[in-house]
């Protein structure tokens, strides 16, 4: 089996503004969500000890959107992959990027990153359920508040 994959929350969307205190609509760059995961695992463990390794190729899928602050249609992505244990700490994490293009007059699309492979090293017996993995866009401290006003302010309607 492979780890369950999780999106954090308050890390699920992204609302890049320009720089300066302008947070209206005219001052968005673009906007993000992650929408899906997926992939698959292949193990390759020792026969004699149990242990080894769980290579994950995981696939994410982002939707985005360009705001109207956004002039050379390109987007700037960044987001994370972690891997926990049961009791969630955290065992491992890298930082990815890709630029997204938004092509001709297309100002919403879905881009997925199917270039995220990570390597899990077992323990006699551990298998991927063992583990989870939790993915989300790389925020700022600013943008974390955003999201979090926002999903306060979905809450209360």
Do not use: H
Not at 124 to 146: C, E, H, R, S, W
């Amino acid at each position: 089996p492979c780890p369950d994959v999780s999106i954090i929350k308050d890390a699920a969307s992204v609302t890049k503004f320009v720089p300066g205190v302008g947070r209206d609509l005219i001052d968005v760059v673009y906007e993000g969500k992650v929408v899906n995961t997926g992939g698959m695992c292949e193990y390759d463990v020792d026969d004699e000890t149990g242990a080894g390794n769980l290579a994950v190729e995981l696939k994410l899928t982002m939707e985005l959107s360009r705001g109207p602050a956004n002039k050379d249609r390109k987007a700037d992505v960044s987001y994370f992959v972690g891997i926990t244990d049961l009791e969630r700490r955290v065992l491992n994490k890298q930082d990815f990027s890709g630029v997204v293009n938004f092509p001709g007059n297309k100002n919403r699309l879905q881009w997925t990153d199917e270039a995220v492979f990570l390597d899990i090293p077992l323990k006699a017996g551990q298998t991927g359920k063992d583990f989870l993995i939790f993915v989300g866009f790389g925020v700022t401290p600013d943008q974390l508040k955003f999201n979090r006003t926002q999903i306060e302010d979905t809450r209360r309607k």
